[in-house]
């Protein structure tokens, strides 16, 4: 399939805010904020991640409205991106030796309302680069190349660590600075060529009116019955997998502990976890045109309650390296479909509003996980059991996914 030029640039944000996820939450800032003296456990990140989802959360909706009107939408993406960029860089500034990790937790929670902020109307622009026949395609490519172009900066970083020494603060720190760049450099395309072709009008004041048609959709939703029942699935199901990005590194740091897992080693295993979600994600995306988007998403949540049991029995690198191919098999592909199912489901004009709701679930999902997962560590002592309390979360989100019909074409434009 060829792409366009605004597809491209469009497919640039992924593989330039890939980065972040894949250094930030997953890997780096994790090991940096273990290296403070008076942090008691990495698994208390997740508390912090809780934080952040919630702030985000909030003003989703509400931000999403406003940026319906015409010319708003890559106003905020480019505030939101602008402050998830100087945020990364600035937890490049914070020592471990200064001890002062409540100033790295800032910095954390500002990039991450960045970040997440960013992506509200990053995938709403979806229905602006891509038709209806394409989304699938375009929203799993965004994914597979911001997967295997995330490997660069995180590789590079990686050596960096490698060589000023795996216990030194310097290498994390200047990956942090790579990831800065990386991720703001691959946006300028997005900046340059992508313009929001669905819109409203602008009227009289906006934000009161904003708040009008927000409340309206809230008095009306029942009309868009899919939408809810997705929203519902995905609120649950997308709460594990956003856990599993967030915890996997001080979830396995906690099982088998710094002699048995070395940093480089678990950083090496995140990197492959990278190349193989690739192809993967694509391969979602090619399948999802023969099987439809329903059926490739149950297959991913599937995959993620099978990688959870798994998990529990983990003993030695080897089991490490094979639940790491079975999530990376899957992140990509669930990901990327639900991005896309939804943006055919819902109005075009009103795409930044229904994406403020889209992020809303997924925000507020993303607080139950880490939560439950660093609760349950600190009542039990064991870090090992945490992984059982994200099943019931796919379980809940299968049952109500499988409620979704079959198949139904959506015509948005009667919907709006």
């Not at 992508?194 to 939703?221: G, W």
């Not at 075009?348 to 507020?364: A, V």
Request: charged fraction near 15%; aromatic fraction near 16%; glycine fraction near 8%.
């Amino acid at each position: 399939m060829k792409l366009s030029r605004e597809e491209r640039a469009w497919i640039m944000v992924d593989c330039g805010n890939s980065a972040y996820s894949m250094a930030v939450t997953t890997a780096l800032l994790p090991i940096i904020f273990g290296m403070f003296e008076n942090v008691k456990s990495s698994m208390d990140l997740g508390y912090f991640n809780s934080f952040a989802s919630i702030l985000v959360a909030i003003l989703s909706p509400i931000l999403g409205t406003i940026a319906d009107y015409k010319d708003r939408k890559k106003r905020f993406f480019i505030f939101f991106t602008f402050l998830g960029v100087f945020a990364t860089a600035g937890l490049a500034f914070v020592s471990p030796s200064g001890g002062q990790w409540r100033i790295l937790i800032l910095f954390f929670i500002l990039s991450a309302i960045g970040f997440a902020g960013s992506n509200i109307f990053y995938d709403a622009f979806l229905v602006d680069v891509a038709s209806n026949e394409r989304m699938d395609k375009v929203s799993s490519l965004g994914f597979a190349f911001g997967y295997i172009s995330s490997i660069v900066p995180f590789g590079i970083s990686l050596a960096l660590i490698f060589f000023m020494g795996m216990d030194k603060a310097i290498g994390y720190q200047l990956g942090f600075i790579i990831t800065a760049l990386w991720w703001g450099l691959l946006t300028i395309p997005m900046l340059r060529d992508v313009k929001q072709r669905h819109y409203i009008e602008p009227e009289p004041k906006p934000v009161v009116n904003s708040f009008m048609r927000l409340a309206d959709t809230f008095k009306n939703i029942r009309q868009h019955k899919v939408v809810v029942i997705f929203l519902l699935a995905y609120f649950f199901y997308i709460d594990g997998v956003d856990t599993i990005i967030k915890m996997v590194v001080p979830y396995a740091t906690s099982i088998l502990g710094e002699g048995a897992l070395d940093t480089f080693t678990l950083l090496g295993i995140l990197l492959i976890i990278q190349v193989i979600a690739f192809p993967c994600a694509i391969l979602y995306g090619n399948l999802a045109k023969r099987f439809s988007a329903r059926t490739m998403i149950s297959v991913g949540i599937i995959t993620y309650i099978i990688s959870c049991v798994a998990a529990y029995f983990i003993s030695s690198l080897w089991h490490i390296f094979i639940l790491g191919a079975m999530i990376g098999s899957a992140q990509g592909g669930i990901q990327a479909l639900s991005r896309s199912y939804y943006a055919k489901i819902i109005p075009k004009k009103k795409s930044n509003e229904f994406f403020g709701f889209y992020n809303i679930f997924g925000k507020f999902s993303a607080i139950i996980g880490p939560m439950i997962m660093s609760l349950t560590t600190t009542i039990t002592g064991n870090a090992r059991v945490s992984i059982f309390g994200i099943i019931p979360l796919f379980i809940i989100g299968f049952l109500i996914f499988i409620m979704l019909p079959k198949e139904q074409k959506y015509n948005c434009e009667i919907m709006e």
